[in-house]
């Protein structure tokens, strides 16, 4: 890992000019429209000055929320201590203004208690995140995804002791079904603790949550982040013209994209919705990311990097977010 140049950061005097902010729930917190995701390009691995600039910029342009978890790499844990040597170097200084979240679910360390739901997992995953940040608290912490073998309450029971103890101010779910997400909220309301967002996957592609999560959300009034807006680069121009070199897919990393994701039909239909955004002078991502918070119960997107510009395309995107009822239709056309 690269090591830290000595100068200090000071941010932008204009960053909450050009970012729009929307409630989450009926809560009283607002997200940026735009979060930024830890999960890629964060880690041991990824030249640290890169990541720091990326994170800069993110809060410059208004971004102020960011988003990763316990194994988020690689190596596993490695994007938090990222994440804690640029609060070190200058954005801590701003954490009033900052929402930062993590998660535990996923497999994380060996053993038993290395994965899960369990009250023994999710405390000893975020005291570790915790010391890796060098935080005292997390705004939101997440159970990263259902545990079938754990009783729900003994997770929401965490959750609501991870508040109580000081170590998050509020918690959300991700990957929940709309049952879950029922029997968690209201397990978390009995408790005192309301459940406060959701991080389900949400594209053009990937429309899962409209099929009954979405109307959960808005009965429950919890707020909605999405994750995998762009459909991990499908919803790009990248993949248009065929799997570049050096591409996530041509590296084969299954764990992420491979080269079976990018189907003919997929990228048949990027083409089209490519036509659809340039006449709406959009990059395809842009309109992937406009698209995805026409709904009000999205609360906010999140976004991944690998380079500065790239952030501020995204942002780019929150200039046009209106759709014609005649662009909606065509979007469906292409989509069926």
Known sequence: MKSMS?????????????????????????????????????????????SRAMIYRAFDLGITHFDLANNYGPPYGSAESTFGAVLRHGLGSYRHELIISSKAGYDMWPGPYGSGGSRKYLLASIDQSLKRTGLDYFDIFYSHCPDTETPMGETMAALDHIVRSGRALYVGISSYSPSQTHTAAALLRELGTPC???????????????????AVLKQEQIGAIVFSPLAQGLLTNKYL???????????????YLGESDISADKVAKARLLDVVARERGQTLAQLALAWVLRDE????????ASRVQQIEDCVAALENLNFSADELQRIEAILA
């Not at 409630?23 to 390009?41: M, T």
């Not at 119960?297 to 991944?304: D, K, M, N, R, T």
């Open 241 to 255: 013209q065929g799997i570049p070199a050096g591409s996530r897919a041509a590296r084969g990393e299954q764990i």
């Open 196 to 214: 406060l967002v959701h991080q389900p996957r949400y594209n053009m592609f990937d429309r899962a949550i409209e099929a009954g999560l979405l």
């Open 6 to 50: 000595s100068h200090s950061y000071v941010a932008s005097a204009g960053r909450y000019e050009v970012m729009p902010y929307r409630r989450c729930g009926d809560s009283g917190v607002k997200l940026p429209l735009l979060s930024l995701g830890l999960w890629q390009n964060f880690g041991a691995v990824d030249a640290l000055e890169n």
């Open 297 to 304: 119960a999205i609360s906010s997107a999140i976004v991944g």
